[in-house]
């Protein structure tokens, strides 16, 4: 079975930290995931699904969003099918679910269009109290 499977979020206040995960497993997961692009989306309740952050199948080139510069960190490990998202300095505005995303193997650009993406995970709770 294919499946991204996210981890990590919860009740944080302003201010705080949170380390998101995304484990990619089942056999074609675990084959394609070291050599495809990976992102993290979030949806607040009733707006758009956006992009928050992606990452190149080498690790080489990371991407954010202008709203998370400074504060998110995207990283892989391709030993461990995982890819993360570091988040500091959290706001009200960060709260959102938050999803991981794979691309087609071997692309050469990170996708920031959530229909860019192949698969999806299904998703993470963030809630940031004032």
């Known amino acids: 079975q294919m499946q991204l499977v996210e981890s990590g979020g919860g009740l944080v206040q302003a201010g705080g930290s949170l380390r998101l995960s995304c484990l990619a497993s089942?056999?074609?997961?675990?084959?394609?995931?070291?050599?495809?692009?990976m992102g993290w989306f979030r949806q607040a309740a009733g707006k758009e699904r956006e992009f928050v952050a992606g990452?190149?199948?080498?690790?080489?080139?990371?991407y954010y969003a202008d709203a998370v510069k400074g504060r998110f960190a995207i990283s892989r490990d391709n030993a461990k099918n995982t890819v993360y998202l570091e988040m500091n300095n959290l706001k009200p505005d960060d709260a959102a679910v938050y999803y991981c995303?794979?691309?087609?193997?071997?692309?050469?650009?990170?996708?920031?269009?959530?229909?860019?993406?192949?698969?999806w995970g299904q998703g993470t709770q963030v809630t940031v109290s004032s």
């Open positions: 089942g056999r074609s997961f675990a084959s394609s995931f070291p050599s495809s692009n």
């Open positions: 990452i190149a199948w080498s690790g080489t080139g990371t």
């Open positions: 995303a794979q691309d087609r193997p071997y692309s050469y650009i990170v996708p920031t269009n959530p229909w860019e993406y192949e698969y």
